[in-house]
């Protein structure tokens, strides 16, 4: 559609960003919104068509030409580094290194107490400290393409008790709450000896250009936001979505259903509709927290409790 972009979703929390997808025009949107370009940490990229990916050669410029010298980590499927290395063809010679994930099996893991841009593979979810964890998983389409979880965790809150009972100097208090272990007076303190119980984080789910899994309703179990494709909007387009690999409002919604979300976001539509909020209902029927997104959406996702 001519006033519609392509697709491309920009997440923030604390200053660290990751963008899923880079369609074409992408560098627009983001002048638009405001975001900025040198402080991206991730790129996360769905599958390898145009609509998902061929704003990045440019996008990658426009960071080099900006000051960034720090390298940045590119996630995408199987086969995702030969494309991108194809494409960077157009603006070899950057000012800062590119390391591509092709299809990761472990959680991927940003630090957010750490200066550092790099990720860090590991083999499970880690509540221990202030991260954002990435998740992957391999989706129906007619090319090899992933989906992603993104969950930000939170440090438990400090407990004075349990510091006191464990018998940790206060002058090291602030410290281990950061997460940071501490030697001090030849003695090893660990941070879990001043926190307290574990606290409810914020996980959102990105899932676009495939058919409903099994598997999907499972990734995304309990996300505050499920993000997902909804291609066609007609229950009648039903053999158009299984013939090309996507889906409809219908089926996305029951995926919501299954997964137990808390809110579904509509997105990539067809070029067909028009006016995506004229289906909106075929969704709301089967998971009514459904709300439809456009170019400029924005939404800021709170913690529940402090």
Known sequence: MPNRYLSSLLMNYKGRKILIDCGEGTQVAMKIMKTGFKALDIICIT?????????????LSTLGNSGRIEPITIIGPSGIEEIINGLMVAVSGLPYEINIIENPKN??????LANSKQLRQVNEKDFSTENIM?????????????GYNFYVFRRPKFSPEKATSNQVPKKIWQKLQT???????????????????????????????????DTIAEFIKDSDLFICEGTYGDNNDLHKAIKNKHMTFSEAAELADKGKVAELLLTHFSPAINEPEEYKVNAESIFKNTIIGYDGFFKSLTFEEE
Do not use: W
């Open 47 to 59: 599958h390898a068509h145009g609509d998902h990916l061929f704003g990045l050669p440019g996008l």
């Open 107 to 112: 959680y991927l893991s940003l630090d957010l």
């Open 179 to 213: 997460g940071e272990a501490v030697n001090y007076q030849n003695k090893m303190y660990e941070p879990y000896m001043v926190l307290g119980e574990k606290r409810k984080g914020i996980k959102l789910s990105y899932i676009t250009d495939t058919r409903p899994l």
């Open 134 to 146: 990435i998740e992957a998983l391999e989706l129906d389409h007619s090319l090899p393409c992933l």
